[in-house]
T-cell receptor, first 116, second 117 residues
Framework: GAVVSQHPSWVICKSGTSVKIECRSL??????MFWYRQFPKQSLMLMAT?????????EQGVEKDKFLINHASLTLSTLTVTSAHPEDSSFYIC????????????FGPGTRLTVT | AQKITQTQPGMFVQEKEAVTLDCTYD???????LFWYKQPSSGEMIFLIY??????QNATEGRYSLNFQKARKSANLVISASQLGDSAMYFC??????????????FGTGTKLQVIP
């Protein structure tokens, strides 16, 4: 099956700093990528939809100035958590859709962010 | 209103038995897709099965089958011959929107399945 990687798999940072999380589709071109966050024992909450070459579409309640998404190429999307606070601590998961007309959505392994 | 509803927070099943995980959805979009994912304790989301809104037949993938009842807006997952490794969280999800355009994906709250030896 298709592979989506995330880097880093976990990160600890101090409050006020910024953290960048990378999401890569390793063996296919992803025109659309999604970013989710998941709190412990809860479901995935869609944060934003990222289409290559265009601005991300953010879900209601997600601060786009705080969660910067850049989908610069067909294989890479990045999520930058700016001025992180402890309440930003969560499990962040990306997914990528293979091709334009495919339903296939593949998830990365997730990144656990802890802000101290 | 909830887009995806999973009414079973937890389920138990005896090893080698079949189990059905419920999922109902709500959408006015005629074109949508329904997914089931498995999330073990490691956290990764594992794709299990997909059903398109226009698909005439129920999707099947090995031991997984999706009981798609469009009129009832339900997309239950059936796991046959349960194995101990099936113990995990299971999420139902729906994707709406045109391919290549803005697509919205909504996840249900999940069902924790525990397989008993």
């Amino acid at each position: 099956g298709a592979v989506v990687s995330q880097h880093p798999s976990w990160v600890i940072c101090k409050s006020g700093t910024s953290v960048k999380i990378e999401c890569r589709s390793l063996d296919f071109q992803a025109t659309t990528m999604f970013w989710y966050r998941q709190f412990p024992k809860q479901s995935l909450m869609l944060m934003a939809t990222s289409n290559e070459g265009s601005k991300a579409t953010y879900e209601q309640g997600v601060e786009k100035d705080k969660f910067l998404i850049n989908h610069a190429s067909l294989t890479l999307s990045t999520l930058t958590v700016t001025s992180a606070h402890p309440e930003d601590s969560s499990f962040y998961i990306c997914s990528a859709i293979r091709g334009r007309s495919s339903y296939e959505q593949y998830f990365g392994p997730g990144t656990r962010l802890t802000v101290t | 209103a909830q887009k995806i509803t999973q009414t079973q927070p937890g389920m138990f099943v005896q090893e080698k038995e079949a189990v059905t995980l419920d999922c109902t959805y709500d959408t006015s979009d005629p074109s949508y897709g329904l997914f089931w994912y498995k999330q073990p304790s490691s956290g990764e989301m594992i794709f299990l099965i997909y059903q398109g809104s226009y698909d005439q037949q129920n999707a099947t993938e090995g031991r997984y089958s999706l009981n798609f009842q469009k009129a009832r807006k339900s997309a239950n997952l059936v796991i046959s011959a349960s194995q101990l490794g099936d113990s995990a969280m299971y999420f139902c999800a729906m994707r709406e929107g045109p391919s290549g355009g803005y697509q919205k994906v909504t996840f249900g709250t999940g069902t924790k399945l525990q397989v008993i030896p």
